[in-house]
C-alpha cells in the first residue's frame, strides 16, 4: 500500500510561506492562508497604528526554492494567473523565497506591469519576470505595500 508522502519540496514551500507571514505579523497585520490555491497562497488584512481594521486586502503568491538565486531573479509565471492578478483592485504581490538565504524577493504585480506597451493577449502561456535583490521583503517593505494598498483603497487615515 502507497501512504502519502511530504517531499521536501513542500517542506521549502511551507517554510517560504512561514517567512513571509512572519514578516507581515511583525508589523501587527494578520495573514489568513488559502485553502485552496487559485493563485493566492495568502490574503493580507491590515491594521492602522491604533489597531483598527483597514479597508482592503493584499493577495500574496509565495514561490519557494533551494536553488542559489542570481542577481537578478528571473521566475515565470502562468497566463492565466497573470489575467486574473491584473482583474484585481487590490494588490498582488508575487514573493520568492530563498530556502538557501533565508530571505524572501517581491514584486508588485500591478507595478510591474504597468507598461503600456505590454499586451497580456499576445503574450505567451507563460511570461518571465525579473525580480531585483533590492526588492526584499522585510518588515519596511511591508510597510510600503500597505502604504500603497491605502492608496488605492483609501485607508489608514
Known sequence: MVRKKRTRQHVIADLGVNHVEKQILLCGHTVERVVHDYGYDLFVFTFDAEGYTEPGSIGVQVKATEKPLNDV?????????????????????????????????????????????????????????????????????????????????????
Do not use: C
Open 73 to 157: 531573479i528571473t521566475f515565470r509565471i502562468e497566463r492565466s494567473d497573470l489575467i486574473h492578478w491584473l482583474s484585481e483592485q487590490r494588490p498582488v504581490l508575487l514573493v520568492i523565497y530563498s530556502l538557501l538565504e533565508d530571505k524572501a524577493y517581491y514584486l508588485d504585480v500591478r507595478d510591474y506591469f504597468a507598461n503600456p506597451n505590454f499586451n497580456i493577449f499576445t503574450a505567451g502561456q507563460t511570461i518571465t519576470v525579473q525580480i531585483s535583490r533590492d526588492r526584499l521583503f522585510e518588515q519596511s517593505a511591508v510597510k510600503l505595500i500597505v502604504d500603497e494598498k491605502n492608496k488605492i483603497v483609501g485607508g489608514a487615515r
